[in-house]
């Protein structure tokens, strides 16, 4: 069965849309939603998008892509991105990777067995001065270090 918003989707859609000049100016708060509805934004999710803004699909892919707050395959419960970007990295961004792969036992844009967790590398958090961070879901932690990215771990088992 194909994607289709919910009603009140479709009307929070439309809210955004009349805070922009253009249609494709709202492409990024349906992506918010359309990934909030579905769990992620698959190809029909992409479709439903361009048709409700009335948007090439062209223009939702190349957003969908280009941004990491959105996945194109579903993801844990707990998705745990870790930056590994140059101000992260030299303060042990690779560590810190390195040991969440290790403690869940899986790399790089994988999903834990149970669904419960997923792991991705990010180039850039935005928060140089409070490297290395980690995100869980759309919680930021700034100056980990394994020890803590462990504890945080342990508490959402």
Do not use: W
């Amino acid at each position: 069965m194909a994607f289709q918003f919910t009603e009140e989707n479709l009307k929070r859609i439309e809210k955004a849309r009349q805070k922009y000049p253009t249609s494709l100016a709202a492409v990024m708060d349906a992506c918010y939603i359309g990934q909030e509805q579905n769990g992620f934004i698959s190809d029909e999710v992409v479709e439903e998008i361009a048709r409700v803004l009335e948007i090439p699909k062209t223009d939702v892919l190349g957003v969908v892509t280009f941004y990491t707050m959105f996945h194109t395959k579903k993801m844990g419960k707990y998705h745990i991105q870790v930056c590994t970007n140059v101000s992260c990295m030299l303060r042990g961004g690779y560590e810190i990777f390195d040991a969440v792969k290790e403690k869940l036992k899986i790399d790089n844009m994988e999903v834990t067995s149970d669904g419960k967790f997923s792991l991705e590398e990010v180039e850039c958090m935005g928060a140089c001065g409070g490297a290395p961070m980690i995100a869980v879901n759309s919680d930021y932690y700034e100056n980990m270090t394994k020890e803590k990215v462990l504890e945080i771990l342990d508490s959402l088992q």
